[in-house]
């Protein structure tokens, strides 16, 4: 069964440094989210990504993220400068549309601890 | 906007019982979709069952089960025959389309007692 991949598994960043987090979605979606998970915590969406443009945003999603999809395969997370409370689990989901229940297919996610 | 609770933090079953576990869920669009995802220890999100809001009947997917009241607005997940894989966190969650964003719950801590 196809799936969600992400890199890496685990990142560790010092604080104020650049992170990338990348992600493979299932090959013939079209639609791409970032969702992220604080230690303890609910899983929050930070955005989504259609058509290769931001379909929707959340307040969490600031000017210190961006997304981009660089190529047919690859969705990346990037922030900027990181903070202490940006460590948490972030996982890519992507949904393809084929039939109206199908779910959002989750990868695996990136622990990021930012020291 | 969407809201979902899950009042219960924590739940404990004896292996080979049947588990319920409650989610509600507030919406103003009459269209919607509910969905259950496991989490593991391990961490990653797994898709256990989907109600769609003008689905008749009640979705079962093996063990899993959905008891959806659209009158209460709740869709409760239940566990036949739990097993001792069955421990992990367990979201609620749903979206007003396939394709929007998915509002989760609290999650509650399902262990499983031999």
């Known amino acids: 069964e196809p799936e969600v991949t992400q890199t890496p598994s685990h990142q560790v960043t010092q604080m104020g440094q650049e992170v990338i987090l990348r992600c493979v979605p299932i090959?013939?979606?079209?639609?791409f989210y970032w969702y992220r998970q604080i230690l303890g915590q609910k899983v929050e969406f930070l955005v989504s990504f259609y058509n290769n443009e931001i379909s929707e945003k959340s307040e969490i999603f600031d000017d210190q993220f961006s997304v981009e999809r660089p190529d047919g395969s690859n969705f990346t997370l990037k922030i900027r400068s990181t903070k202490l409370e940006d460590s948490a689990m972030y996982f890519c989901?992507?949904?393809?549309?084929?039939?109206?229940?199908?779910?959002?297919?989750f990868g695996d996610g990136t622990r990021l601890s930012i020291l | 906007a969407q809201k979902i609770t899950q009042t219960q933090p924590g739940m404990f079953v004896q292996e080979k019982e049947a588990v319920t576990l409650d989610c509600t869920y507030d919406?103003?669009?009459?269209?919607?979709?509910l969905f259950w995802y496991k989490q593991p220890s391990s961490g990653e999100m797994i898709f256990l069952i989907y109600?769609?809001?003008?689905?008749?009947q009640n979705a079962t997917e093996g063990r899993y089960s959905l008891n959806f009241q659209k009158a209460r607005k709740s869709a409760n997940l239940v566990i036949s025959a739990s097993q001792l894989g069955d421990s992990a966190m367990y979201f609620c969650?749903?979206?007003?389309?396939?394709?929007?964003?998915?509002?989760f719950g609290k999650g509650t801590r399902l262990s499983v007692i031999a």
């Open positions: 919406t103003s669009d009459p269209s919607y979709g």
């Open positions: 969650a749903m979206s007003l389309s396939g394709n929007t964003p998915l509002v």
């Open positions: 109600q769609g809001s003008y689905d008749q």
């Open positions: 090959s013939n979606h079209l639609y």
């Open positions: 989901a992507s949904y393809g549309q084929q039939l109206s229940n199908q779910p959002q297919h």
